[in-house]
T-cell receptor, first 114, second 114 residues
Framework: EPEVTQTPSHQVTQMGQEVILRCVPISNHLYFYWYRQILGQKVEFLVSFYNNEISEKSEIFDDQFSVERPDGSNFTLKIRSTKLEDSAMYFC????????????FGPGTRLTVT | TQLLEQSPQFLSIQEGENLTVYCNSSSVFSSLQWYRQEPGEGPVLLVTVVTGGEVKKLKRLTFQFGDARKDSSLHITAAQTGDTGLYLCAGPPSRGSTLGRLYFGRGTQLTVWP
């Protein structure tokens, strides 16, 4: 069964460093999302992406964040200068059609900023 | 303010018991999804309910969407230890949401004891 994959599973970085989180969405899906989940808190939307551009972003997704689909398969989230409060699980999700709403999530990347 | 309120937050029961968890909102949702999440993993989609009053069954799990599409419930019959996990409801509100941004509840942590 097709699934969303994410790498790395765990990333440890120092405050101020740049990190890139990678995702491979399900191959025929067209809409892509990043969410994050701070330990013990709810899953929060960061950004949605369609047709090589951002469709919607939350207030969390400030200038330190960027997303890219550099080729036909990868979808990346970059945090330019990490802060302690960026420590969280980051989930990528994809859906094949905007009318579907059935988003399939990857296993997540645990980001730890020290 | 939580867009989606889930209750109870924690539920601990014996194997074989029945249970119901709730997901409520003051907003109307286009659809509601139920996910299950294990520690350190991504949410796994269980079901999507779309039509007000809809009932969907997945083996021992019964999902219901309220007539007004503001609430949903998950009923588990004869719980098993394998049902242990965090149950999340999520959905795109009918108004003000583009391209399927999901809002999540905080979840109900279910523990089923043998």
């Amino acid at each position: 069964e097709p699934e969303v994959t994410q790498t790395p599973s765990h990333q440890v970085t120092q405050m101020g460093q740049e990190v890139i989180l990678r995702c491979v969405p399900i191959s025929n899906h067209l809409y892509f999302y990043w969410y994050r989940q701070i330990l013990g808190q709810k899953v929060e939307f960061l950004v949605s992406f369609y047709n090589n551009e951002i469709s919607e972003k939350s207030e969390i997704f400030d200038d330190q964040f960027s997303v890219e689909r550099p080729d036909g398969s990868n979808f990346t989230l970059k945090i330019r200068s990490t802060k302690l409060e960026d420590s969280a699980m980051y989930f990528c999700a994809s859906v094949w059609d905007r009318g579907s709403y059935e988003q399939y999530f990857g296993p997540g990347t645990r980001l730890t900023v020290t | 303010t939580q867009l989606l309120e889930q209750s109870p937050q924690f539920l601990s029961i014996q194997e074989g018991e029945n249970l119901t968890v709730y997901c409520n909102s003051s907003s109307v949702f286009s659809s509601l999804q139920w996910y299950r999440q294990e520690p350190g993993e991504g949410p796994v989609l269980l079901v999507t309910v779309v039509t007000g009053g809809e009932v969907k069954k997945l083996k021992r799990l019964t999902f219901q969407f309220g007539d007004a599409r503001k609430d949903s419930s998950l009923h588990i019959t004869a719980a098993q230890t394998g049902d242990t996990g965090l149950y999340l409801c999520a959905g795109p509100p009918s108004r003000g949401s583009t391209l399927g941004r999901l809002y999540f509840g905080r979840g109900t942590q279910l523990t089923v004891w043998p």
